[in-house]
């Protein structure tokens, strides 16, 4: 990865803790294809934007609420590329569920993210495979308290992971329902 | 170069500023208790931004709002200055970083990395007793002042609203930045030191703590060279000089003849519900080098703890360097062994001998986890682990 694309991958993931960015595009309410890999079938219009590897959606401003798209992380790849990756766990293939949720900390961590807690970790189908859902709650480094969900998985030695998250003031819960069906709604291709 | 210097002044007035020595040229008088500024005074404009900082530090999800714990911390701050204890409004505010800091509107700031970091109320005490010195002699006025004859006024205004919009604690690594910038002088924190042994020792506190505490960081410091620095060691650096002179300092102050106090007990009780979590903090900075001096100091103390074998073994299971694995399970074991530990403590072995193929005993592991702790949060997935071993 060149060293500016880096950058914009920090920024587009730094985006959903602090908002702001550019290059929208309209995710309409018909099935989308994630990654080459898998399918979903939003409801409702998302503003859109991507970046390397990761999707990302919202509806209100990335500061408010987002929902993200992992497209299939290699082995030995940290989950988002900061300024302190180096020393941030990696993603290995063999990793269970726990591990892999430890891994989404890890990375929440490394963009600011404090006093994360994790709960109802629970096996799920992510698509066809064996897969993780739990809960989320986190404050971003400016103080904005948060409430997310992830569900995620990896299949053929990659992690594909679904992440939506919203500010715990009203946020959150607006389109909770419709990122629950996002998640229902994963196809593998 | 003029932002830096007003994001420089930013840190300053964020982190209670640099220091004049008393009786310098330029010298302020030192606050008074209720003291507040004239409203057509600078000193009363600067006052105006840090209260909108401390606004929006109010609703940060970051501070901890442990009634008990703040009435502790700020019985030790009334305890050292009594006379300004009104004035002052104390939050705690939850990151794994080493400081403290104390703003000219009275705002006082006490991150949970000093909480975790001191060994006793007395050297707490020191260290707040340091900020209370900047706060007495009004020193972040008067680096306002020194700073408006060097910038645009109206540029360190927008700096300081911006600052205030994104609350205080905001970008770290900038802060760390400017404290650099405006790396205190080594006669300005004399100055501060002086103040905090003098309060501390006054309050009836061991003043041979004070230096311990320099020395402990500066140990940290050393050991995470190669990590990211620190906001506080960037303004207040733990020099040789700094902690000879304070050593000098106690072996004149300490009689045996007086009953010094270090507090330790009340510290232990007021702290140690905290601690797992702070623990957690620090592991997650991935600073494994730092984390370590950090755990030797704190097992030095207390050598029989479950709960530190236990982050012993998630350090080495994270960093997962040659040989980690079986560290980890050994720490894991020990922390099992001597009592004390989480109920995490299992859950963790188990992962790690899944991972490692010995299934009886991670399954032997996960039962005795979810034996400890029936309602876990990850109770389904940990079942799920169990189909899989049988």
């Given at each position: ?47 859109a ?50 591990e ?22 629970r ?11 739990c ?55 | ?82 006379e ?146 620190s ?19 106690a ?21 140690r ?26 097992m ?47 859950r ?42 049988r």
């Amino acid at each position: 990865m060149t060293g500016r694309r880096r950058v914009g991958l920090a920024v587009a993931v730094l985006a959903t803790l602090l908002g702001g960015c550019a290059r929208y595009s309209l995710v309409e309410p018909k099935p989308r294809t994630i990654a080459d890999r898998y399918t979903v079938d939003p409801q409702i219009s998302w503003s859109a934007l991507t970046d390397g590897k990761w999707e990302l959606w919202t509806v209100d401003g990335f500061g408010l609420e987002s929902i993200q798209f992992l497209g299939g992380l290699n082995d030995g790849e940290p989950l988002f590329r900061t300024a302190d990756d180096q020393k941030r766990l990696k993603f290995r293939k063999d990793m269970s569920a726990s591990e892999l949720v430890e891994l989404l900390v890890d990375g929440l961590t490394s963009i600011g993210a404090q006093k994360i807690t994790v709960t109802n970790l629970r096996p799920h189908r992510f698509g066809s495979a064996d897969g993780f859902r739990c809960e989320l709650a986190f404050v971003t480094r400016n103080g904005l308290e948060k409430r997310g969900m992830a569900a995620g998985g990896t299949i053929d030695g990659r992690l594909y992971l679904v992440l939506y998250s919203g500010a715990r003031l009203h946020y959150y819960e607006t389109h909770r329902d419709d990122a629950e069906r996002i998640i229902q709604s994963i196809h593998m291709k | 170069m003029k932002t830096l210097v007003s994001l420089a002044l930013l840190t300053a007035f964020a982190a209670a500023g640099c220091a004049t020595p008393r009786g310098a040229p330029g010298a302020l008088a030192d606050i008074r208790p209720g003291q507040r500024p004239a409203l057509d005074s600078d000193e009363a404009g600067l006052w105006m931004q840090m209260d909108r900082v401390e606004g929006n530090l109010k609703t940060s999800g970051q501070l901890i709002t442990d009634p008990a714990l703040r009435t502790y911390l700020r019985g030790i701050v009334c305890k050292l200055a009594s006379e300004h204890c009104v004035d002052i409004r104390l939050y705690i505010v939850q990151t794994p970083h080493f400081n403290a800091s104390m703003a000219p509107n009275g705002m006082m700031q006490v991150w949970t990395g000093l909480i975790l970091r001191a060994d006793n109320e007395a050297q707490l005490a020191y260290v707040l007793g340091h900020e209370l010195g900047h706060y007495q002699r009004r020193h972040s006025v008067q680096l306002w002042r020194d700073a408006r004859t060097k910038t645009n006024v109206a540029t360190v205004f927008a700096v300081v609203a911006a600052a205030a919009g994104q609350g205080y604690v905001g970008s770290l690594a900038q802060l760390v930045a400017l404290g650099s910038v405006m790396a205190f002088s080594r006669d300005n924190e004399r100055e501060a030191d002086e103040i905090g042994f003098e309060l501390m020792a006054r309050a009836g506190y061991d003043p041979r703590e004070a230096p311990k505490i320099w020395e402990s960081l500066d140990k940290e410091r050393k050991a995470g060279k190669d990590s990211e620095p620190s906001i506080f060691f960037a303004t207040h650096p733990p020099t040789d000089e700094r902690i000879e002179t304070l050593k000098e300092s106690a072996r004149k102050a300490y009689t045996p003849d007086r009953a010094w106090t270090d507090g330790r007990q009340a510290y232990l009780a007021a702290t140690r519900p905290l601690r797992a979590t702070l623990l957690q903090d620090e592991l997650r900075r991935r600073d494994f080098a730092r984390m370590q001096v950090l755990l030797d100091h704190l097992m030095a103390a207390e050598p029989e703890s479950g709960q530190l074998q236990f982050f012993q073994g998630e350090l080495y299971r994270l960093r997962n360097a040659d040989g980690d694995p079986g560290r980890a399970v050994e720490s894991y074991e020990m922390a099992l062994m001597i009592g004390g530990a989480p109920p995490e403590t299992n859950r963790a072995l188990g992962l790690l001998l899944m991972r490692l193929g010995e299934k009886p005993r991670a399954r032997a592991a996960f039962e005795r986890y979810l034996t400890d702790a029936p309602e876990a949060e990850d109770k389904a997935m940990i079942r799920s682990y169990l189909e899989q071993l049988r």
